[in-house]
Nanobody, 125 residues
Framework: QVQLVESGGGLVQAGGSLRLSCAAA????????MGWFRQAPGKEREFVAT????????YYVNSAKGRFTISRDNAKNTVYLQMNSLKPEDTAVYYC??????????????????WGQGTQVTVSS
């Protein structure tokens, strides 16, 4: 079992930045591929970014490339999502997730085993 707790969401103006954190409880954090997803009202959950167990492999959704940075600190059992140049269309609940799939990166939400409760990000225009 892995318990995930997100933090760092909030209200920000367009062009601003936020840093989301996801703290994992348990000693096996480094054995999971981690991902960030988001869900806007009335829309399906959308993949945002994923990072391999060592942090050496990373993949982003096109809309996040050049603006968002995913990273992890296995010593602190934490994964981060630095979001810059935020746009109103980035408004959503952001979730972190952990996958035990034997792959370097994981894009499909169905392949994730554990989810956090989500943190709201609102970007005003």
């Amino acid at each position: 079992q892995v318990q995930l707790v997100e933090s760092g969401g909030g209200l920000v103006q367009a062009g601003g930045s936020l840093r989301l954190s996801c703290a994992a409880a348990g000693r096996t954090f480094s054995t999971y591929v981690m991902g960030w997803f988001r869900q806007a009202p009335g829309k399906e959950r959308e993949f945002v970014a994923t990072i391999s167990r060592s942090g050496s492999n990373i993949y982003y959704v096109n809309s996040a490339k050049g603006r968002f940075t995913i990273s992890r600190d296995n010593a602190k059992n934490t994964v981060y999502l630095q979001m810059n140049s935020l746009k109103p269309e980035d408004t959503a609940v952001y979730y972190c997730a952990a996958s035990a799939l034997r792959a370097s990166v994981v894009l499909s939400p169905q392949s994730y085993n554990y989810w956090g409760q989500g943190t709201q990000v609102t970007v005003s225009s």
